[in-house]
């Protein structure tokens, strides 16, 4: 399939494909990347699923503090608000800077659910971490992965 067959192909340098995440509402791709069919034959890692709903970006799992005088300066025109301290558990990582927008829109997707034809729900199904972004069909945009759950069971795609 290294032609976009049904808006499909298995060629990743296709012309017709999007990549990453949109900042305007756009239209659906061309065409979308899947894995190939003996790929999708070998089994499923994670369920397999057809619908997601668009829940907005998970808040910070541990405590955030307001950034030091330091780290105000050193990340001056940032955008940083708050820093979220990982526990010793969660290291080497230290921990993550969240900027005032990122916060803002913590649980604030827009709750339309999509529906996925066969063989992108395979894809996801084979190989989770495959796709980095997905389309929202009423948002008319390719949002992170991590802001969309999967119906009915809950889990965040991509996961």
Known sequence: MSGCENGLTTDPKHEDLGHGVDDKPVSQNKCYLVLSEEERAKGFVRPLRYNYQHVGIAGPKYPVRDLTEHEKEVYAGSGYA????????????????????????????????????????????????????????????????GEFTWVPDGLTVGS
Do not use: N
């Open 82 to 145: 708050k820093f979220e301290d990982y526990p010793e558990s969660e290291r080497p990582g230290i921990g993550r800077f969240w900027e005032q927008q990122e916060l803002d829109s913590i649980g604030k997707g827009c709750g339309t659910v999509t529906h996925m034809g066969r063989e992108l729900s395979e894809t996801y199904a084979r190989q989770p971490g495959f796709y980095g972004s997905t389309y929202c069909v009423e948002c008319q945009m390719h949002k992170p992965v």
